[in-house]
T-cell receptor, first 111, second 113 residues
Framework: QQQVKQSPQSLIVQKGGISIINCAYE??????FPWYQQFPGKGPALLIA?????SEKKEGRFTISFNKSAKQFSLHIMDSQPGDSATYFC??????????FGSGTRLSIRP | DGGITQSPKYLFRKEGQNVTLSCEQN?????MYWYRQDPGQGLRLIYY???????QKGDIAEGYSVSREKKESFPLTVTSAQKNPTAFYLC????????????FGSGTRLTVV
């Protein structure tokens, strides 16, 4: 119930393409869904986050799509660039409790 | 600038030794966390603290210890009881009131030699 399942484990996308990473959860009490981006040897950084009262949030080339009824949310990276190559983690939490992370997706953007 | 500082960036430990990883934050965040990350793997929670002088075990606490004597500091000790300590260790903090994501430090890479 406390898990967040993330797929795919790795993803290769051509430059300029759309990268899509999916996550699913079971606990309907989750009320905060952040995405983190991590470059090798660095700590993860908060990329974008959404709450379940909205179905989509966009920040620049990054969009979260949220489907409350299906208990799924996804990250879309438009016009993917080589600089977007990183590991991405989805996550979820309830109120101020600890954040539950997905297993991560290693994204590679081919030039 | 506010943030989280982890030190050292690289640490080498001989087998049988205890080592302490430092984590300091000046964000005035209430909660602090320690995660372990193995190569190509996700984040596993070691310990967390939501208030000074109180902390809870995470999913992989065996072989580790922590203290929270000050709001700004949450050091992690990797003891000799931890059989496979070589990993990347990440400290994070979060404002306990309201909601928001974690702020992570830049990590400490621990290697047993």
């Amino acid at each position: 119930q406390q898990q967040v399942k993330q797929s795919p484990q790795s993803l290769i996308v051509q430059k300029g393409g759309i990268s899509i990473i999916n996550c699913a959860y079971e606990n309907t009490a989750f009320d905060y869904f952040p995405w983190y981006q991590q470059f090798p040897g660095k700590g993860p950084a908060l990329l974008i986050a959404i709450r379940p009262d909205v179905s989509e949030k966009k920040e620049g080339r990054f969009t979260i799509s949220f489907n409350k009824s299906a208990k799924q949310f996804s990250l879309h990276i438009m016009d993917s660039q080589p600089g977007d190559s990183a590991t991405y983690f989805c996550a979820a939490s309830i109120g101020a409790s600890k954040i539950i992370f997905g297993s991560g997706t290693r994204l590679s953007i081919r030039p | 600038d506010g943030g989280i500082t982890q030190s050292p960036k690289y640490l080498f430990r001989k087998e049988g030794q205890n080592v302490t990883l430092s984590c300091e934050q000046n964000l005035n965040h209430d909660a602090m966390y320690w995660y372990r990350q193995d190569p190509g793997q996700g984040l596993r929670l070691i310990y967390y603290s939501q208030i000074v002088n109180d902390f809870q075990k995470g999913d992989i606490a065996e072989g580790y210890s922590v203290s929270r004597e000050k709001k700004e500091s949450f050091p992690l000790t990797v003891t000799s009881a931890q059989k496979n300590p070589t990993a990347f260790y990440l400290c994070a903090s979060r404002m306990d009131r309201g909601q928001g994501g974690y702020t992570f430090g830049s990590g400490t890479r621990l290697t047993v030699v």
